[in-house]
Structures are given as C-alpha cells and as structure tokens.
C-alpha cells in the first residue's frame, strides 16, 4: 500500500476535531477507491481485449496509462498539496477520479479508455498524498494519529485483497465496462463524507516546477512507450519513442539542474541505502503489479477459467498483502526494517521462480498457488519495512520528500513490471514470471550489499 509522510502543525491542546471520525471513514474508502482500480482491472483483461478487439500492447496501454500518471505527479502532488490546501486536493481528486470512471465505463475505444486511465492517476495521485495530509490534521494527537493511520490502512488494504474477487464477480455478471461504474457510489459517499471544517488544512506558498513535472511525466511516457513498442516488435514505433526519449532526458536534467523546486531532491540520492531502498520498493511493485497483469491472461486464455474464478484465484496473493503488515510492523520494531526487507525479496524472487516452474512444468493451480502465496507474504514484508528504513536513514528535513519518492518509483516500478512483463508474454508466461523472479533477485543483491 502507499504510505505519504506530510508534516502537519500540531496544536498546543491536540485532539481530534469534531466530525473526525466522519471524515476518517471518507479519507479511507477514497484511498480504497484508488486501490480498488489498481486491481480490479487485472481480471477484466480478456474481456476488455476481446470487447475492444485490442492487441497485448493496447492492454498493456490500459494499465500503464494509470501508473505512468500517477508516477510522475506524485512527485509534486505533497507539494500541490501544501499549496493548495490538502482537503481542496482531495476533494477535487475524488471528484475527477469519480467523473472519470463514469465516463471510462462508457469509453467508445481503446484510445478513449487510455486517455481517462490517465485522467484516473492524475486524479489518484492528488488523493494519495492529501490523504495522510488530512488524518494527520484530523488526528493532531500521535497515539490518536497512530490508530487513526491503522484503520486508513485496514480499510483501504482491504481494497487489494477485494479487487481481483470484485472485478470477476463483476465482469462475469456485465462485463468490463462495470468495473469502472462501481467507483461512483464510492467516489460520491467520499466527497458526503469529507464536508465540513473538520476537513480544514492550512495552505502555504510552497513553489512548484510545473515545466519540470510535464518533462517527468514525458520521459515516463515515452520510455514506457519504447519497452512496450519494442515488446510487440514495433522497431519503428519504438524508434521514434527512443529518439523523443533522447530529447525529454536531457530537457528534464536542464531543468531540474535550474530549478527553484526540483522534482527530484538530489539529496536524497546521495546516500546509497536510499537509492538501494528505491531499488528494492521497485522492485517489489515490478513483480506485484507485473503478476496480476500476465496471470489473468494465463487463468482465463489457456486454463479457461471464468473471471469469479480468476478472482478467487488471487486469494493466495491478496489476503497476506492485506491483512500481514500490522505484524510485519510488529517485527520492524523489534529486529529493524533490514532482515525483513531480505526475507521478503528472498519471497518474491522465490514465489516467482515457483509460479514459473508451475507453468512449464504444467504443475496445475497447486503449485501456482503456493508461489502466489509466497509472493504475497513477500510484498507484505517488504514494503512496510521499506516505508520504515527509507525514513529511518532520510537526511534531517527530508521524510517527506522521501515518502514521496518512493511512492513515486513504486508506480515507476508498476509500470515497467506491466511493459517488461508484459513483453515477455511472447515468450510464455513462465518467461514473464521468471524476469519478476529475477529482478527481486537483483534487488536483494544490491541491498544486501549496500551498508551505507
């Protein structure tokens, strides 16, 4: 899950506002929201691409179009945030979040569709951050704060394990367009929930670079658009990608060098356990969203099962990922974030390696089962425990900034996992899960072997 440090003033008498529990529960299911659409598409792929008539590069565009947004505006949305007023970000958020699911559900293509997808991670990235901005206000007391953030996280964790078992009873009941129709009702119980002054965040002058952030956002796009041109063998698409590439790298670094209110804080990148933390929070979302994007087409193109099954099938994967982190915190508490951070890329790389052997092996659903497991167990070690060990060794100031990054490589990471993947595809699904292993591999590699 994505977790945003976003200091708040505390007051001299601190104690929940009046109407805070009212808005807590609002707060959550906005975040819920969120997270329900990071999953609860992974079921619909067959039936949008059949629906669509779309190739593997166009429902690869349908995923990454959300996480390529929502990557590169979370980098200035806890800016945005403090400039604007958290609650006014929010608000407008889930408003767009809400009109733009609606309007997904009745999208005339493939092209419309990506265009909205977005339209949601724009609109979910202006959530995310605003989101911890508004509990911290609302809950000014840190023991009161502290249980506050448990329910936040209890309520929207359970977004991960309802979004692939959601969207096959849903797509099985009306197809792919209603995934998209079950964000309305939530998107507008949020904005009833969260009326009212108990919502009110003061705003500053904080700056924002917006002409480095559009570069950001081009240089995600564009060399997204290569890796997944370049899967589907499209030398000449992914060629002219590669050359605008080429140009919006070193556009990006001009500007960020002058800058007032860079995108990326350099400081931040000086320490090397920050940058193999980054590394490793990649990672783990490389192989979580990577898996529920190329499963699906497994479970439901060769094993023909139906979406609701399709959906059952992830429980391996969602229930660990939502309900292990309370211990996971328990453990990074009493040993520290490292050994945890090992053991679940240690999972990750294994549960690959055994959802791979599963498919070439044609060991059936037993077997992918107990590798959805491990990767399940593994992304609930790692990323509470990166959340913990990225704030831990921040430079003084920077908490924020950092919690800020590493959502933003996480989505970087998600994106890449869907291209990569994805690309693989062609090859076998097995190939696509043994890269996942791989990658996890790697990552514990470097951080294993990084001290300072």
Known sequence: MTLVNSPVPVPANPRPRRGSARALVGVSLGYFMVLLDMTVLSVAEPDLASSLRTSMAGLQWATTGYTVAFAALLLSAGAAADRFGAERLFRAGIAVFTLASLLSAFAPGLSALILLRAVLGAAAAACVPASMALIAQLYPEPAARARAVSAWAAISGAAVAAGPLAGGALVGAAGWRSIFLVNVPIGLAVLTLTLGRAVACPRSERRIDWLAQAAAAAVLALFTDALIAAGAQDWAHAAWSSVGLGVAVPALCGLERRSKAPVLNRALMRSGRVRAGLLAAAAVNFALTGSLFVLPLLLQQEWRLGPLQTGLAFLPLTVPFAANPPFTGKIVARVGP????????????????????????????????????????????????????????????????????????????????????????????GWALLVSAVVCAVAWFVFALTRR
């Open 338 to 429: 490292r050994r945890p951070i090992l053991a679940g890329l240690v999972l990750l790389a294994a549960g690959g390696a055994v959802m791979a052997g599963a498919v070439f092996a044609g060991g059936g659903y037993p077997w992918l089962a107990v590798g959805l497991l491990m990767t399940g167990f593994g992304v609930s070690y790692a990323l509470p425990a990166l959340v913990a060990a990225l704030v831990s060794v921040a430079p003084a100031g920077t908490a924020g900034a950092v919690g800020g990054l590493l959502n933003a490589v996480r989505q970087v990471g998600a994106t890449l996992g869907v291209a990569v993947m994805g690309a693989a595809v062609a090859a076998g699904t």
